[in-house]
């Protein structure tokens, strides 16, 4: 697979004929056909040929590149990281060999997926120095500031990484970014409960180092559970990537500019913060637990979302290509039901959620609009059975989403066509004045 794919889209033409003030202009444009047959029509030289620009405010209809990483079908509810679907590396991978899947292409064998894990463990460390860092913040911070200060500050205990076109250094860079986040994770938890950190150990996997680092104490070990080091792989796999969502087109465009890997993902830890974005699966949590509280009256509460005055949102629905159903939610909701039986821990909001969804996909508001639950409306009740508290939900969102954006930085970085991204504007401001002295004011 070529980087950016660009050749390995094929190319056709198209003849566009624009007729603008009168004038009528028809123009070749080349139309790119990926390799689930997407089209589109390549306007990158539409202002050169035409004066004039395309406007498309949110995106909804341009394709900012073209990508071997992530293929959605939002009508079919497919997604597939590489080619596999995720349904499969679900049941049969591990976040640590998703991660590699996704970074390099394609799946380790055996040696190859044991020397990333045995990396990913000989670097889970923060200097020493980093650490004080976590002394200055309110135990009130919200982690997910703590954690884009955090990535962005790596790049100061490892300046070599700063030339963001030395490709030598990638994979230790992206080892130590992957492996990092999990202990930044868990410190930031600590400060906020007051505890002691928990150092990593290197006899655990991945996944239940996170855990042990989360729940362990000076006083008593934490041997996470085999089960529960399943449902997190499971989770994190499902958040590994998505295409050219809002987080990962920031870390795309701050990437753009060359800027290092360390700082093009603090930017998209920060964009995936947004209620609209990953901060979603923390507002479900607090949107059902206020359900609950006024007596769990799921009806009632839709009809203040489908009340446009009342501005309120049922959060965990929708998506902007998903418009069928999203593929992840049926797995975590799976997912919640038998991790729930597991751990003993029945959550009365995973009731309110399944009435809630039942209602919804009922209502003619909600089916007019296509919208659906989405990967956020059922991870929160998963995380809260884990012991997670809620202000870690979009961490751990960051946490699974890392690879996908390390693979699109890689990809837009391998990429020989990449420009940097700046878009154009339609200027409606006022047209030139003079500049009038303070005197002649009125
Ligand atoms: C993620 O892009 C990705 O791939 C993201 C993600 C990923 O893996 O990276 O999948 C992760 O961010 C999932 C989305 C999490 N966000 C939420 O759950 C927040 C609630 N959802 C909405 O804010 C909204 O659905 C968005 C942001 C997800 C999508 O917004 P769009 O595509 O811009 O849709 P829209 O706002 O134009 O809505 C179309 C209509 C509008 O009604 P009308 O003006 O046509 O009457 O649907 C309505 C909206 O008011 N609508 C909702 C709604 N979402 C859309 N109404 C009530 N509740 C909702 N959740």
């Known amino acids: 697979m070529g980087a950016g794919n660009e ?7 198209a003849k566009l004929t624009l007729n603008i003030a009168g004038v009528e202009k028809t123009i070749d444009f080349p139309v790119i056909v990926g390799s689930e047959n997407e089209v589109a029509i390549d306007i990158r030289d539409l202002r050169a040929k035409t004066g004039v620009i395309a406007l498309d405010p949110s995106f909804g209809n341009t394709g900012s590149c073209t990508s071997a990483i992530t293929y959605i ?54 200097h020493e120095d980093m650490k004080h860092f976590f002394d200055g913040y309110p ?19 490892y300046p070599e990484a700063l030339d963001a076109t030395n490709t030598e250094l990638f994979d230790i860079t992206a080892t130590r ?18 505890q002691p950190v928990m150092y990593p150990r290197n006899d655990l996997s991945y996944c239940a180092n996170l855990l042990q680092m989360m729940f362990a104490t000076p006083c008593e070990p934490h041997e996470p559970d085999e089960e529960v080091v399943k449902i997190v792989n499971l989770l994190l796999i499902l958040h590994a990537d998505h295409e ?39 507002e479900v949590i607090g949107m059902l637990a206020k359900i609950q509280a006024n007596g769990g009256d799921v009806n009632k509460f839709l009809s203040l979302v489908k009340d446009k005055s009342s501005t309120v949102k049922l959060m965990g629905f929708g998506h902007r290509v998903y418009k069928n159903f999203d593929p992840r939610a049926l797995l975590i909701k799976k997912a919640a039901d038998s991790a729930l039986r597991k751990l003993g821990k029945p959550d009365p909001l995973l009731d309110v959620a399944k009435r809630l969804e039942e209602a919804a996909l009922k209502d003619s508001y909600f089916i ?29 969102f960051a946490l699974g989403r890392l690879p996908g954006w390390i693979a699109q930085w890689k990809e837009m970085n391998e990429d020989p066509t990449t420009r940097i991204a700046r878009p154009r504007q339609i200027y409606t401001g006022n047209v030139a004045q003079d500049y009038v002295p303070i005197d002649s004011r009125v």
């Open 7 to 13: 050749k390995e889209a094929r190319v056709n033409s």
């Open 73 to 126: 079908d939002g009508d079919a509810g497919i997604l597939r990281y590489r080619g596999i679907p995720i349904e499969q590396l679900g049941e049969h991978s591990s976040f640590v060999e998703t991660s590699y899947l996704l970074i390099n292409g394609r799946l380790p064998n055996k040696f190859e997926l044991g020397e990333y894990s045995r990396k990913l463990t000989m670097h889970s460390l923060i």
């Open 139 to 157: 135990s009130t911070a919200h982690p997910m500031a703590i954690l884009s200060a955090m990535v962005c500050s790596l790049s100061s205990f």
């Open 177 to 194: 970014l992957l492996s990092k986040v999990r202990t930044i994770a868990a410190f930031s938890y600590k400060k906020s409960i007051g």
């Open 244 to 282: 050219q969502n809002c987080s990962t087109s920031t870390v795309r465009v701050v990437g753009s500019g060359q800027a290092n890997l360390f700082a093009s993902v603090a930017a998209g830890i920060c964009a995936l913060w947004g209620p609209r974005h990953g901060g979603a699966n923390q």
């Open 368 to 396: 007019d609009r296509k919208l659906y639950p989405n990967v956020d409306f059922y991870s929160g009740i998963i995380y809260r059975a884990l012991g997670f508290p809620t202000n870690m939900f979009t961490v751990l």
